[in-house]
């Protein structure tokens, strides 16, 4: 009989159930999606398949230990009483995250100085000496859940986060970051094969993720994981799921359309595309998004279109919803168009009336998923009920 772990997947908020669904497909046990992520689990190939092939999550989670707390010194226990040598070397450094909702104690920061000590005390019990802390780049994460009762410690099995796919160019931080990308597709339904059509496409983010998915390749396949550290690692085990997953991929070429305006902007979403290694399976053209034409009879119009800051920005931006709508309603009927914003005025600005309005979070940033059934003829006449999950 299999030893059963548990695991905790955090993801970007509203992408839950996709998380969920995705995480069953890879035979995931006992999944239970909640606020902020999917609990579930399964053995260390469960953990590893999940780390190489999940596009949404944003880590993947190994609980240790939960218990009640009242104070720092049941926190400093907790962490003392799990056996930190057996899990990896205390050559390996380390850095602690605190979470707390509604927690009584005082200050996260010391209940992140208790759980260290404990670690450390732990270590210098069982080896004589203690690991190092390293907050910028550490080997192992250990992050502590505080509850309003209870305390939850966690080992990180992914090291930098999942949405680090390994092939992005430059060093800043994407708009969008990828899991959120792909959450995002697989919110719209689409699937490789249909038609998928970017007109303001910036650095490529969707378009690469679809590419990814389309072609059959792991998000994982290009970077290194945490749990590659750890003392119970099987190496040739996590060979032969990285083989098993090359072996599916394809060749899937020209659903995937992207369009911007801007050639500079171009060039560094075709850079991204050919480090991916998927710019044979995409078509870009430099174009106006209020030229845009369909590629297909039918399919998914995406976009995260540009929303201001300041005012005079917003003013702007604000001109053109309404010309978007125009271009939607006359020229692609058919098609399921969907627009990712922070700025919620572009619902009553574009002249379509949303089939669907679905409340995401980009980072801290609350934010939408409108979605427009484009159907011949007027859309006023034809308009499909609402489903509203947002405030909005």
């Known amino acids: 009989m299999k030893q059963l772990f548990h695991f905790f997947a955090p993801c970007p908020r ?44 944003s880590r993947i989670l190994w609980k240790l230990a939960e218990k009640p707390y009242r104070s720092e010194e049941d926190i400093y226990r907790l962490a003392r009483d799990i056996e930190w040598p ?69 080992l990180d099995t992914s090291g930098e986060a999942l949405f680090k796919r390994g092939y992005r160019l430059d060093a800043g931080e994407a708009p969008l970051r990828e899991n959120l990308a792909a959450g995002i597709l697989a919110l719209t339904g689409w699937q490789p094969g249909q038609s998928l059509y970017d007109p303001m496409c910036g650095s490529g983010t969707f378009l690469i993720e679809a590419a990814l998915k389309a072609r059959g390749i792991a998000p994982g396949m290009r970077r290194s994981f945490a749990f590659q550290q750890f003392r119970m690692h099987n190496a040739a085990e996590w060979d032969k799921l990285r083989t098993d997953a090359r072996a599916q991929e394809n060749k899937e070429c020209f659903a995937i359309h992207g369009s911007d ?31 845009a034409k369909p590629v297909a009879e039918s399919g998914i119009w995406l976009c995260n279109p540009p929303y201001g800051v300041r005012l005079d920005e917003k003013e702007k931006l604000a001109a053109f919803y309404p010309q978007w709508g125009d ?24 002249g379509l009336k949303a089939s669907k309005r679905t409340v995401l979070f980009n980072g801290a940033l609350e934010c939408r998923l409108f979605e427009y059934v484009m159907q011949a003829g007027s859309m006023r006449e034809r308009e499909k009920p609402v489903t509203d999950n947002s405030k909005a």
Not at 14 to 28: D, F, I, R, S
Not at 271 to 276: C, D, I, R, S, V
């Open 86 to 154: 057996d899990l990896f070397a205390v050559e390996n450094t380390i850095k602690v995250n605190v979470t707390a909702v509604k927690s009584p104690l005082r200050s996260p920061e010391f209940a992140g100085l208790k759980t260290k000590d404990g670690i450390c005390d732990r270590f210098r019990l069982k080896t004589g000496s203690r690991p190092s802390v390293d907050t910028r780049e550490p080997d192992m994460r250990i992050h502590l859940f505080l509850t309003d009762r209870m305390a939850a410690m966690y």
């Open 327 to 350: 271009v939607l309603k006359q020229r692609f009927a058919g098609w399921r168009a969907y627009f990712f914003t922070g700025d919620l005025d572009l619902a009553k600005k574009i």
């Open 261 to 291: 305006v801007s050639s500079t902007v171009l060039k560094h979403a075709e850079a991204n595309l050919e480090a991916a290694g998927v710019i044979d399976t995409v078509l870009l053209k430099q174009l106006n998004v209020l030229d």
């Open 14 to 57: 509203g992408l839950e159930n996709v998380l969920a669904q995705e995480l069953t497909e890879l035979k995931a046990e006992n999944v239970q999606p909640t606020d902020g992520g999917v609990g579930f689990s399964g053995g260390m190939r469960t953990m590893m398949r999940a780390n190489l092939h999940s596009r949404i999550a």
